[in-house]
């Protein structure tokens, strides 16, 4: 023993792989580092029964519950042949998906998140149920309230699990559980359109309703198996709401992190504009072709790559410095867009973007989660909701105006360039937000 650790000290002898004893502690700690630099998915969160079941319940509803929303505004557009009416009933379901996230916020840090997620799961289905027997009737009218239902039970739901999940996760698995979290939403995302797409010349509108009523009953299982989370009862939601924003107003780190993310979300989504940039830019056809198929896929491209290699910075530190760094690349990732003569680089851009991305939404939830008091963690995650769901809808307006003023690349390219900006600024205003998560 004392001849083995003699010869450790000294560099000389050998160990088991066959070198001198300071070449293999060097050879070691470059496998580690080697093995360490690029990981898939972290599942340590999954190991957790409570968040195994919240995380089985989103995963269903993510791609099961996503049908609808291709069917819905296909079903507004073939009896009305009005994209106007589409219009109206985004509006309505995020008008209603906003008063029930801040709503559904004041709630979950009064009452049983699994209660509030039964609640919300169990809207989702009627309203599926519900355009399900819509799809023989074919009423507008119905078809408009039964959106309106949904936005009101989609916002419960979003804004309570995001409540639920730091009470079941410990701190330092929360980069890996949103990771999980995020990707599976992503890949609904993408996945549960395509499908959408394919299904309803085969099958029609009230089969694809149908299935999301059926997936809900898998997610309602999945949520009633949750354990409880009881929480101290309070009166008025009015007060508390009031309770919330004094809180947020007071925390300089939960407001930079909400203006950096509106930033990246509105200033830096350029959604709306990608038919003019493929048809004007790229040489697309009009109404459609490959250029804008690349285009629309590519963002959700990257950010599934980059979810499946999130075991990369799960175990990161640096929180803060992450996510405004990603948000601040997201940001150039768009002024490229912008910029960019050929399709390729478009597409170079928007992948890399949506990797980025995928980093400043995981550590964003992760902030937000671990910085705020348990007593008001459901009211901040109301107005994450509101950032997350309304701000790529506010970007719609703000870029189809601006890309008809100054056309579609110059909007781009502006908008990406005062996404950075605004980071930069925040960083400066608000220096501990670059800081946070630094000490172990």
């Known amino acids: 023993m004392a001849a083995r650790e003699f010869s450790g000290r000294s560099g000389r002898g050998t160990d088991r792989t066959g070198l001198p004893g300071w070449?293999?502690?060097?050879?070691?700690?470059?496998?580690?580092?080697?093995?360490?630099?690029?990981?898939?998915?972290?599942?340590r969160p999954l190991q957790i029964p409570a968040f195994r079941r919240l995380w089985t319940a989103s995963a269903v509803a993510a791609v099961g519950g996503s049908f609808s929303l291709v069917a819905v505004p296909t079903q507004l557009f073939t009896l009305t042949g009005s994209s106007a009416t589409v219009g109206v009933s985004a509006v309505i379901s995020t008008c209603a998906l906003i008063?029930?996230?801040?709503?559904?916020?004041?709630?979950?840090?009064?009452?049983?998140?699994?209660?509030?997620?039964?609640?919300?799961?169990?809207?989702?289905?009627?309203?599926?149920?519900?355009?399900?027997?819509?799809?023989?009737?074919?009423?507008?009218?119905?078809?408009?309230?039964?959106?309106?239902?949904?936005?009101?039970?989609?916002?419960?739901?979003?804004?309570?699990?995001?409540?639920?999940?730091?009470?079941v996760v410990p701190n330092e698995q929360l980069v890996a559980a949103n990771s999980l979290s995020a990707l599976t939403r992503y890949t609904g995302a993408v996945v549960g359109p395509l499908l959408a797409g394919l299904l309803i010349p085969a099958v029609?509108?009230?089969?694809?309703?149908?299935?999301?009523?059926?997936?809900?009953?898998?997610?309602?299982?999945?949520?009633?198996?949750?354990?409880?989370?009881?929480?101290p009862r309070r009166r008025g939601i009015a007060r508390q709401?009031?309770?919330?924003?004094?809180?947020?107003?007071?925390?300089?780190?939960?407001?930079?992190?909400?203006?950096?993310?509106?930033?990246?979300?509105v200033l830096a989504m350029p959604v709306a504009l990608f038919p003019e940039l493929a048809e004007q830019a790229y040489g697309g056809s009009a109404g459609g072709g490959v250029e804008l198929g690349l285009l629309f896929s590519a963002y959700p491209t990257g950010v599934l790559?980059?979810?499946?290699?999130s075991g990369t910075f799960s175990r990161a530190r640096r929180h803060g410095a992450l996510m405004a760094s990603a948000a601040t690349v997201w940001g150039g990732c768009v002024v490229v867009l912008g910029l960019a003569a050929?399709?390729?680089?478009?597409?170079?851009?928007?992948?890399?973007?949506?990797?980025?991305?995928?980093?400043?939404?995981?550590?964003?939830?992760?902030?937000?989660?671990?910085?705020?008091?348990?007593?008001m963690r459901?009211?901040?995650q109301g107005a994450l909701t509101v950032v997350l769901m309304g701000g790529p809808q506010l970007a719609n307006v703000v870029h189809g105006f601006a890309g008809a003023w100054i056309g579609a690349q110059w909007a781009i390219g502006i908008g990406g360039a005062l996404a950075a900006l605004t980071v930069l600024l925040v960083l400066r205003a608000v220096p501990e937000l670059w800081r946070y998560g630094d000490s172990p």
Not at 251 to 262: H, N
Not at 305 to 309: D, F, I, S, Y
């Open 204 to 231: 029609g509108l009230g089969t694809l309703y149908l299935l999301d009523s059926v997936a809900m009953l898998v997610v309602l299982w999945a949520v009633g198996k949750l354990p409880a989370m009881p929480r």
């Open 241 to 265: 709401l009031g309770e919330g924003f004094r809180y947020l107003a007071r925390e300089r780190i939960l407001v930079a992190i909400l203006v950096v993310d509106m930033a990246a979300m």
């Open 342 to 375: 050929h399709l390729w680089i478009a597409v170079f851009a928007l992948v890399a973007g949506g990797a980025v991305n995928f980093v400043l939404s995981t550590f964003r939830n992760t902030i937000a989660q671990a910085y705020t008091d348990e007593a």
């Open 305 to 309: 790559l980059a979810g499946l290699m």
């Open 23 to 43: 070449r293999a502690r060097q050879h070691r700690c470059r496998r580690r580092r080697s093995c360490h630099a690029v990981k898939l998915i972290d599942r």
């Open 99 to 167: 008063v029930s996230a801040l709503g559904s916020g004041a709630l979950s840090d009064t009452m049983d998140c699994r209660r509030l997620l039964l609640a919300g799961n169990a809207g989702l289905g009627l309203a599926y149920v519900g355009l399900w027997l819509n799809a023989e009737l074919d009423s507008v009218a119905v078809l408009l309230v039964l959106v309106a239902l949904y936005g009101l039970s989609f916002g419960v739901t979003m804004t309570t699990m995001g409540a639920a999940v730091p009470r």
């Open 378 to 380: 459901g009211r901040i």
